[in-house]
Structure formats: C-alpha cells, structure tokens
Nanobody, 127 residues
Framework: QVQLVESGGGLVQPGNSLRLSCAAS????????MAWFRQAPGKEREFVAA????????DYADSVKGRFTISRDSGLNTVYLQMNNLTPEDTAVYYC????????????????????WGQGTQVTVSP
C-alpha cells in the first residue's frame, strides 16, 4: 500500500499564493506518476497538474497553466503544487493522486488511472 498525505491548504485572498505538498510513504517504489486533482462543491473532480517521477514530463489543465507549477522531490517521494495568482474559481478540495507509468498523455488527466489518493486539503480563495 501507498499512503499519501497532503498539506498546505488554507484560506487566501484573490491574487495570493499557496503551496501544497503531498508526501508518499509505504510502498512508494510503486509510484511513478503523481498528480493533483480538485473538486469544488457540486462539481466533478477535475485534473489540475501531473508530473512523472522519472524524466521531465509535466502537464497542466488550461485553467491553471501559467499560474500553477508542479514539482517533485523524488528522493523524498514528495510532490508540490505552487499556486500563484489564485482566484475564487480555484476554491476546491485538492487531492493528490499516485499511479504507475503512463504512456499516453490523456492517462495523466484521468483520475481513474490513479491507484492511490490522499485525504484532500481545502483551498479557499475569498476576499
């Protein structure tokens, strides 16, 4: 089993920044991809960003491209999501997911492809 623990959520004003962290433990050697998804009230869980733990591949949803940056520390099995210029539309519970190697770009954006999930961390952007 792999355990994922997210941290870093909170309440911020529009235009401000937050940094989320997700640490993988347990049989983390199985993890080859980590990603962030989010779910706002009344909406489906949506893809935010993903990173391959080997190589340099990253992917972002159009809604966050240029504002969010996903990075990793492979030695610590930790992934980060730096979120800048936040807007109220970014308000959601953010979930960290972990999965195997993917060969197709669309697989990184499919939450059914991920085997493990964290408990989620709330991000609220409000004046």
């Amino acid at each position: 089993q792999v355990q994922l623990v997210e941290s870093g959520g909170g309440l911020v004003q529009p235009g401000n920044s937050l940094r989320l962290s997700c640490a993988a433990s347990g049989r983390a050697v199985r993890v080859r991809t980590m990603a962030w998804f989010r779910q706002a009230p009344g909406k489906e869980r949506e893809f935010v960003a993903a990173v391959a733990l080997i190589g340099t591949f990253t992917d972002y949803a159009d809604s966050v491209k240029g504002r969010f940056t996903i990075s990793r520390d492979s030695g610590l099995n930790t992934v980060y999501l730096q979120m800048n210029n936040l807007t109220p539309e970014d308000t959601a519970v953010y979930y960290c997911g972990a999965g195997p190697v993917f060969t197709r770009r669309e697989d990184y954006r499919d939450y059914f492809r991920y085997n493990y999930w964290g408990q989620g961390t709330q991000v609220t952007v409000s004046p």
